[in-house]
């Protein structure tokens, strides 16, 4: 069972270059999440989806757009790349209910520089 | 809202020796709190969560953590450290209402274990 699969693990963009990260879930989750880690500051949420079709922004969603057209993938799009958006990107899916009590899969991240 | 202090960006211990990662929280309705594991150059695993049943939870590799309402604490510890403990330690609160499940992270512990 693969879990959660990012592509690429790598990459490195010019300023201004635009890129797609693909997060794909095998588990048939309901929510899948975007975060980005930066040096000492922990995972902050870009963007989430709580199920096919829609998408919702983070605590730091500017400079990138998300979306969610089928159930297992989830994009996230950097249109004009920044080196401040130089980070590691982890994706994330959970089950959805009426508790928050589910953990959340993760990914093994996308590590991208921005020259 | 809700917030996540862990004390201590960087811990070390003896092999052998007592592990304790400090978590305090902030949350306005009952949280979820949990504590992931991240080993280099891989994503977050769950080592245990706290869902308002017990207050002591265990874990995976022998970790345990305790609930404290009255602190605010979800303190991470393990008897005994193993080399193989040495990551980054992650505390994270839910308290989100149905369709708003997020986590909110706090900026890790790096623990490393000295021979």
């Known amino acids: 069972n693969a879990g959660v699969t990012q592509t690429p693990k790598f990459r490195v963009l010019k300023t201004g270059q635009s890129m797609t990260l693909l997060c794909a879930q095998d588990?048939?989750?309901?929510?899948m999440y975007w975060y980005r880690q930066d040096p000492g500051m922990g995972l902050r949420l870009i963007h989430y989806?709580?199920?096919?079709?829609?998408?919702a922004k983070g605590e730091v969603p500017d400079g990138y757009n998300v979306s969610r057209l089928k159930k297992q993938n989830f994009l996230l799009g950097l249109e004009s790349a920044a080196p401040s958006q130089t980070s590691v990107y982890f994706c994330?899916?959970?089950?959805?209910?009426?508790?928050?009590?589910?953990?959340?899969?993760f990914g093994d991240g996308t590590r991208l520089s921005i020259l | 809202a809700q917030s996540v202090t862990q004390l201590g960006s960087h811990v070390s211990v003896s092999e052998g020796a007592l592990v304790l990662l400090r978590c305090n929280y902030s949350?306005?309705?009952?949280?979820?709190l949990f504590w992931y594991v991240q080993y280099p150059n891989q994503g977050l695993q769950l080592l245990l969560k706290y869902t308002s049943a017990a207050t002591l939870v265990k874990g995976i590799n022998g970790f345990e953590a305790e609930f404290k309402k009255s602190e605010t604490s979800f303190h991470l510890t393990k008897p005994s450290a193993h080399m193989s403990d040495a990551a980054e330690y992650f505390c994270?609160?839910?308290?989100?209402?149905?369709?708003?499940?997020?986590?909110?992270f706090g900026t890790g512990t790096r623990l490393t274990i000295i021979p």
């Open positions: 994330a899916s959970s089950y959805s209910g009426l508790d928050s009590n589910q953990p959340q899969h």
């Open positions: 588990m048939n989750h309901e929510y």
């Open positions: 994270a609160v839910s308290a989100g209402d149905f369709g708003n499940e997020k986590l909110t």
């Open positions: 949350s306005s309705v009952p949280p979820y």
């Open positions: 989806s709580v199920g096919e079709g829609t998408t």
